[in-house]
Each structure stands twice: as C-alpha cells, then as structure tokens.
C-alpha cells in the first residue's frame, strides 16, 4: 500500500531522532557510536512491559532482577571504548544484548558472557532477528573472562567490579581499551576508561555510575 505510515516504524524514527539529539547535547559526537545507536532498536531489546519507556534516559527492569543501562549512559560507554572495525571486543554481562548489537556494529567479532542461561538465550534470538552474525555468546563466569579468545583489542564490563579486575586486564591486548564501572555494590560506582600500556594501566575516570554488581560464578538457576 503505497504511502502507509506504519504507526510504530513512525514512533520509533521519532523517539530516535530525540536520542541522537540528547546525545549531542551531552557532547556525544563520536560519528560511529552516534550511527551505531540510531540503527539499533532500543524497543526490541526491553521487555514488554518497559517498551513506552525504551527510550527514556533512565535504566530498565529486565529479567532475573538485571537492569538495562540508560541510553546515555551506554553511548558514554561506547564512544569511551573507540572500537575499530577490525577490533575483537569481550563484553562482560550480555543483559538483553543491546550493549551486544551496537558493540557488533563497530566491531569485527564480539565476544559476550552472562551468567544466566535465560538472557543469554533470549539475546540471542534477538540477535537472529536482527541478523546480526558477528557475537558469539557464551554462557558463564565473566569474571573469568575468555582465555580461548584472547587477547582482545576491547574490553567492556557492564556490571559494577569491586576493584580492577586483572584477569581482564591480562587478556586485553598491550595498547587495548576497557571501560568498566567499579566500586562498591549497591552504591555509586566510578565508570573507568583504561589503557593497557606496557608500564602498565593508564586508568582515566569518566563519570559517577550505578551498575548491577558482577557476581562470580554461572547461576545456578534461571
Ligand atoms: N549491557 C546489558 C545490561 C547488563 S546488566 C544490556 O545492554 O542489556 C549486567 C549483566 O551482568 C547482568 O545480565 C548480569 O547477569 C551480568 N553479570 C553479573 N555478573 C556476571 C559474571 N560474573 N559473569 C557474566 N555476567 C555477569
């Protein structure tokens, strides 16, 4: 039918075109992590219930008490990272794999561990919706990392690290990036940029943050 609005495609354009606009309000103007969000549907990724809200500026519920990171929040984290096309990137804590898809946009391969079965699984069948073909998800201990697979040029962690982790940091490569938050559980955490330099991790701060703790181990459940 030609010249059909479809109502939701509508809404979507809309609610996107105001992202990118606070994104370059909040001096967000890195071009590939800018394009890399407007091409990935926020909606797709938040559960039902949330999906008026998907693309508020504030984090969301989604399963087994995880929350999704506020737009901003995971723009901030991308550009930070400065992934390159060729890039091999881990990502700690999949959630929905909305962090996933846009890592992936930018990336040659992502490689992405959760320790629940259950978000796994669903961000997965996510990805084959989106045809996304460059993730590779594992279900497992982040905390460990994933020795098979390194060293990575990129490294981002999306649940709050109690101190450096540096099992990570020895699998990045030498010049690599991690961005991660850490401090303690259940309170402000310090988003961090780190560079892996031959003396040594040159460790910038980049903002105040509240991530979901990393809790060693798979879950034993769910
Ligand atoms: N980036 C996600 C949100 C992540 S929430 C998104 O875009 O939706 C943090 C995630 O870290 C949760 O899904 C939680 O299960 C996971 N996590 C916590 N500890 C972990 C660990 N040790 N290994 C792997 N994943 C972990």
Redesign the pocket.
């Given at each position: 039918m030609v010249g059909t609005v479809d109502g939701h495609e509508d809404e979507r354009r809309v609610r996107v075109a105001d992202l990118v606009l606070r994104l370059r309000r909040a001096g967000i103007s890195d071009r590939r992590t800018v394009a890399a969000i407007e091409a990935v549907p926020r909606d797709v990724?938040v559960p039902g219930e949330s999906r008026a809200d998907a693309y508020a500026e504030r984090a969301l519920p989604?399963d087994?008490g995880?929350?999704?990171?506020a737009p901003l929040i995971?723009a901030m984290m991308t550009a930070a990272l400065d992934v390159g096309e060729r890039d091999k990137v881990l990502e700690?804590?999949?959630?929905?794999?909305?962090?996933t898809a846009i890592l992936a946009r930018l990336a040659r391969r992502v490689y992405t561990?959760?320790?629940?079965r259950t978000?796994v699984a669903a961000a997965e069948s996510r990805f084959r919706t989106l045809r996304i073909g460059n993730i590779t998800t594992l279900v497992?201990?982040?905390?460990k990392g994933w020795p098979e697979q390194a060293p990575f040029d990129r490294i981002m962690v999306?649940?709050a690290c109690e101190e450096i982790p540096d099992v990570l940091l020895k699998q990045l490569r030498i010049g690599g990036v991690m961005v991660l938050p850490v401090g303690p559980a259940e309170d402000v955490q310090k988003l961090l940029r780190i560079v892996r330099t031959e003396n040594g991790p040159a460790i910038t701060e980049l903002a105040d943050v509240r991530?979901?703790?990393?809790?060693?181990?798979k879950a034993a459940r769910l």
């Open positions: 990724f989604i087994c995880q929350t999704i990171s995971v700690i804590g999949t959630g929905t794999g909305y962090q561990i959760d320790r629940f978000l497992g201990d982040g905390t999306t649940a991530f979901v703790p990393l809790i060693p181990g």
